[in-house]
């Protein structure tokens, strides 16, 4: 009867929680949804701007370069001076300069506003993930990481549902003054949300000298591998997921001869399946631990991409995108549940948004190397690529000494 109360008083979230995840679910979501505007209005700015092919590809670079430099930045912030302060300071930078494009004029303007835009959005997600790792039981990461890491793929169905409604009667412009919205959520989040005693120890017996430090991830011999080849799983999972989501709409198109709306349909399908996998890859990892639940999703991931190539007709290609979204994307939350397991608390926020946001600069060039391997190979091929990352990933998953310390 004991163990049975204590099991039913673990499951039942504190307020403090229930705020901790519906700010960074709603936080993650709202960021998705700015990056996806940039997806969806890229067309529209090049023509409206007159931009050539490289002056436009260039916008998403420096987004992500921005991601890169406030991941380091916030990452160093969050660790120092509390993570929710920080949470809604990167909250309030992205949605400010997303906003802000409605007056650009001009390129300079959005490389401008669109760097702005990557610092913030770069920031929050280190310190959003850290935020639930030390505000849930260790054993419960996982599935909350997951949970947060599902209002992402919500942001992008938002941001579809608006650019549809809004650029073709308002204008792109219109579309990115939406990215004020977030402002509101940094309210709720100083109000409701609150430093976890975990951190607030940490804080009182840290002095100056041990202030974080990026270096602090490569200070020893194994740390430097472990926080290396955690950089590497990370660029494999976003060069998968910029794969997906940039590339095979259109290979649908010409594969099965689809209009636009029909390859939408099978994007839409993905992110389901993606947002499933998310749930159940969170509560794998944390009934049986990182190694079994990255060695079924990356050998299943290497498996399913080669679905495309035998896709005959929509309902295969409903079927597959499904699948495939299940599982090269379920793994995205658990990356910041590991990672928060592996690293002090002291340097944690750092470790989150350093290894991530490696993998987000890197992972995002996928893009050029896969309309290489299109140009000029065939799907085979260029699916034969992807499959061969996630095996290499689930070889570096497992040199991973730490891993084997997990339940």
Same mark, same amino acid.
């Given at each position: 009867? @004991?163990? @049975?109360?204590?099991? &039913? !008083?673990?499951?039942?979230? #504190? #307020?403090? &929680? !229930?705020?901790?995840?519906?700010?960074?679910?709603a936080g993650f979501a709202l960021e998705n949804m700015d990056v996806m505007f940039l997806s969806f209005a890229l067309s529209s700015i090049a023509a409206n701007l007159h931009l050539h092919g490289a002056e436009a590809g260039l916008i998403s670079s420096i987004t992500n370069l921005g991601m890169l430099a406030g991941g380091i930045l916030f990452g160093l912030i969050g660790d120092r001076y509390g993570r929710v302060k920080t949470f809604s300071y990167t909250i309030f930078i992205f949605a400010a300069a997303t906003a802000a494009m409605y007056w650009a004029q001009n390129i300079t303007m959005i490389y401008l506003f669109r760097f702005l835009a990557g610092v913030g959005a770069g920031g929050e997600y280190g310190v959003g993930i850290t935020l639930i790792a030390e505000n849930f039981a260790q054993r419960h990461i996982g599935t909350m990481t997951s949970i947060a890491a599902i209002g992402g793929q919500i942001g992008s169905i938002l941001a579809a549902i608006a650019a549809a409604a809004i650029i073709p009667t308002l204008?792109?412009? @219109?579309?990115?003054?939406?990215?004020?919205?977030? $402002? $509101?959520?940094t309210y709720f989040i100083r109000r409701h949300v609150h430093e976890s005693d975990e951190f607030i120890a940490v804080q009182k017996q840290t002095t100056t000298k041990q202030r974080p430090k990026v270096g602090t991830l490569f200070k020893t011999g194994p740390l430097a591998l472990q926080t290396v080849s955690l950089m590497f799983m990370v $660029? $494999? &999972?976003?060069?998968?997921?910029? +794969?997906?989501?940039?590339?095979?709409?259109?290979?649908? &198109? !010409? !594969?099965? +001869?689809? #209009?636009?709306?029909?390859?939408s349909l099978w994007m839409i399908a993905t992110i389901v399946g993606m947002s499933i996998g998310m749930m159940t890859f969170g509560r794998i990892l944390d009934y049986f631990g990182p190694r079994r639940a990255f060695g079924i999703f990356l050998l299943a991931s290497a498996l399913s991409v080669f679905s495309i190539t035998i896709v005959v007709n929509e309902i295969t290609m409903l079927l597959a995108g499904a699948v495939l979204g299940f599982f090269s994307n379920g793994m995205f939350g658990g990356y910041g549940a590991i990672i928060s397991r592996l690293y002090p608390t002291e340097i944690r926020s750092t470790a989150n948004n350093v290894i991530v946001n490696v993998g987000r600069a890197i992972g995002g060039f996928s893009s050029v190397v896969i309309g290489f391997l299109m140009d000029h190979y065939t799907l085979v091929v260029v699916m034969g690529f992807l499959a061969l990352l996630y095996c290499l990933s689930f070889l570096v998953m497992l040199s991973i000494p730490n891993l084997r310390h997990f339940n």
């Open positions: 009867m @004991a163990t @049975a109360l204590i099991h &039913q !008083k673990d499951r039942t979230l #504190t #307020t403090n &929680q !229930k705020w901790t995840i519906a700010s960074t679910s204008g792109w412009r @219109a579309l990115f003054l939406l990215g004020v919205i977030p $402002v $509101v959520l $660029v $494999v &999972q976003i060069a998968g997921y910029f +794969g997906l989501m940039n590339w095979l709409p259109t290979i649908m &198109q !010409k !594969k099965l +001869g689809l #209009t636009v709306a029909g390859s």
